[in-house]
């Protein structure tokens, strides 16, 4: 029975079984579907990853060319309405290496990439995850839930919550309306498409806590805000917002 034990769950024999699992079935970069590398994606397509730095702005995270290193730079637009969140942060910057590691992610039931993201996340944005107590979700409205089959949103602050030892809370927040697609809508018509959209259900999951909110990207912030307004409406003690990528105009 120890032996058993051991074959399968000692460190050294899982290791011994990958090797031989990537001789006989080499890995494949998600992205270009060539062959990939230990970090799952090929050189080139690792390459056309852009990480989003330090060099942002301190609330919406948004890239800054100007940036002085010794204080809290924060953009122009946060200035001059700050976002109700505390800090969003994003891994990498959207862009079409991403987006055909996001889209199959979210549309093509390649949940396997859950695991991919997180890592990412783990290793860049440390910080942010280890301030906060309670890892929340975006949350689908149930009709999109029902096509889609999983929210790609809650597969990432599980497995998230599960890695950081993170209280993982998927049902504080419900979207009550089913939005239409924000894709063509301008920064402000999509602040009102999500407008009165989100409830919280269990304020007690939150109350007096730090919480940090996970999406997989951040457009224009509008959806993430609204999440927050209605979390801190209902004790929480911050809110913070992680996602995979975020949308950078030039
Ligand atoms: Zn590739
Ligand atoms: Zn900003």
């Known amino acids: 029975m120890n032996i058993v034990y051991f074959v399968f769950e000692s460190k050294e024999m899982k290791n011994f079984f990958k090797v031989i699992l990537d001789f006989l079935i080499p890995p494949t970069c998600p992205v270009c579907h060539k062959r990939g590398s230990n970090e799952g994606l090929c050189p080139e397509c690792f390459s056309g990853l852009e990480f989003i730095g330090k060099q942002k702005c301190a609330r919406c995270g948004r890239p800054l060319d100007v940036f002085l290193p010794e204080i809290e730079n924060i953009c122009g637009q946060c200035l001059k309405k700050p976002p109700h969140f505390h800090r969003a ?48 979700p975006v949350p689908l409205h149930w009709s999109r839930l029902l096509k889609r089959k999983y929210n790609q949103a809650a597969l990432l602050a599980k497995r998230l919550a599960k890695r950081h030892h993170k209280i993982y809370a998927p049902l504080v927040l419900k979207r009550t309306k089913s939005t239409k697609s924000q894709g063509h809508l301008s920064p402000k018509e999509r602040s009102k498409n999500v407008r009165g959209v989100f409830v919280v259900k269990q304020p007690e999951q939150i109350q007096g806590k730090n919480v940090l909110l996970i999406d997989d990207v951040f457009t224009t912030g509008a959806t993430a805000n609204e999440c927050a307004k209605v979390l801190l409406k209902s004790g929480a003690k911050s809110v913070d917002v992680l996602t995979i990528a975020r949308v950078v105009k030039n």
């Not at 910057?93 to 390649?110: A, E, M, S, V, W």
């Open 89 to 136: 942060e994003a891994v990498f910057k959207y862009n079409d290496t991403i987006k055909r590691l996001i889209l199959p992610f979210k549309h093509g039931d390649h949940i396997e990439l859950t695991e991919l993201f997180v890592r990412f996340m783990a290793a860049n944005n440390r910080e942010i995850i280890d301030k906060n107590q309670v890892i929340i």
